[in-house]
């Protein structure tokens, strides 16, 4: 009956278990991942711990490593598409991910959205007629200086350099539009 009951020497043996050891560090590692904000580091680690294991399988058999090896490309992919649906439903994720757990509807939200757009057009329309300095060069996009308040403005016309004497002419979509003070005015 020996032929049933093939042992491998202890020499051997240790490869195989390191393998499973390392396969286990790997889901221990991807499982702490989810909850420790670590910028990727613990996933790389169980990254390392994975390939361990598969050169732990290959220095016990080559069979055996190609096998592992199958093994995690057909099923390592699919377990993690598992593992992130279940992960997705549970309520943890739900307050992670944008758009879990909706506080206010569209409708109050796109009104309280106009009600600060506007509240900043009429901020703006103050400017109208007002003089400034333009802090950058305006082509036709810069910022300018009114009542001490720094502001992104547009040249109506060309470019406004910087330093120049600028007047605010419009005000259209929360844009200002300035044109440069003339030294006869």
Excluded: C
Aim: no cysteine; proline share 4%; glycine share 8%.
């Amino acid at each position: 009956m020996d032929f049933l009951a093939q042992s491998a020497p202890i020499g051997n043996a240790s490869p195989i278990i390191w393998a499973f050891v390392f396969i286990g560090i790997a889901l221990v590692l991807f499982f702490v991942e989810i909850f420790v904000p670590s910028g990727g580091l613990i996933a790389l680690l169980g990254a390392l711990a994975v390939i361990a294991s598969l050169i732990a399988f290959f220095i016990h058999d080559v069979n055996t490593g190609l096998i592992a090896t199958g093994i995690y490309i057909l099923f390592g992919p699919v377990l993690a598409w598992i593992a992130f649906r279940i992960w997705a439903a549970s309520p943890l994720a739900k307050r992670m991910i944008l758009g879990g757990i909706v506080e206010e509807d569209a409708d109050e939200a796109r009104q309280r959205s106009m009600a600060r757009q506007q509240e900043q057009q009429s901020h703006l329309q103050s400017y109208i007629g007002k003089q400034g300095t333009a802090v950058t060069i305006l082509r036709p996009v810069g910022v300018v200086r009114i009542d001490g308040e720094r502001i992104d403005a547009m040249a109506e016309t060309g470019s406004i350099e910087a330093e120049s004497t600028i007047e605010v002419v419009a005000v259209y979509d929360n844009q200002v539009k300035v044109r440069v003070v003339s030294p006869q005015e």
